[in-house]
């Protein structure tokens, strides 16, 4: 039993976190606008959250937030740099949510293998309609495969579902407020 469970932690990339944290646009950008480039990253987290910039009534959902930036945003000096500049510059959103997307999906492996093993797929076979029960059964799947960091409940993974289809929505890899579907520029 051991074994196992020391095989299944190693070879396990997937976690949860989409439910508590999804795209995070405004708040991300909040974040970004607010940055000083000299200071460091938890200086700048602490000041952040001491303002209270985010306008979140509780702490502990500030710190779900600040956990999800620390992954995606904040781990290369370069690439915070770099997207401070574009917040700032006020980059187009269409094309600021493009680049927060791929930052996201390179720091949550699961947001990445939805999109590259289901959407992409989907999407050169000239499907474009897709729903959350489609996403619940491959999340489920990769659950029953060992891709997960535990065994997850069913009501763990249809949130999971339901947060990715939202969080992939909000950065514009999906289209629809009910009904999804892929949108135009992951076909091309």
């Known amino acids: 039993m051991t074994v196992q469970l020391e095989s299944r932690e190693a070879d396990a990339c997937y976690t949860s976190r989409i439910i508590k944290a999804g795209a ?11 940055w000083d480039l000299t200071e460091s990253v938890p200086t700048n ?9 985010f306008g979140k009534a509780s702490r502990s959902r500030v710190e779900d937030i600040v956990g ?11 690439v915070t740099r770099a997207l401070v500049t574009l917040v700032k510059m006020r980059l187009p959103a269409s094309a600021l949510d493009r680049i927060l997307y791929f930052h996201a999906a390179k720091a949550d492996r699961l947001l ?3 999109v590259s093993e289901t959407l992409g797929p989907m999407s050169a076979k000239g499907l474009s309609d897709i729903s959350v029960d489609e996403i619940r059964k491959t999340v ?12 997850w409940s069913e009501n763990t993974t249809c949130r999971v579902a339901q947060g990715l289809m939202s969080a992939l929505r909000d950065f514009g890899i999906l289209q629809g407020a009910v009904h999804k579907r892929i949108a135009p520029l992951l076909s091309r």
């Open 24 to 34: 995070l646009l405004p708040d991300t950008k909040t974040l970004l606008s607010h």
């Open 45 to 53: 987290l602490q000041r952040l959250q001491r303002e209270n910039v």
């Open 68 to 78: 999800i930036f620390r992954q995606r945003y904040l781990t290369e000096f370069s």
């Open 112 to 114: 990445h293998d939805v």
């Open 140 to 151: 489920a799947r990769w659950v029953n495969e060992g891709r997960t960091t535990s065994t």
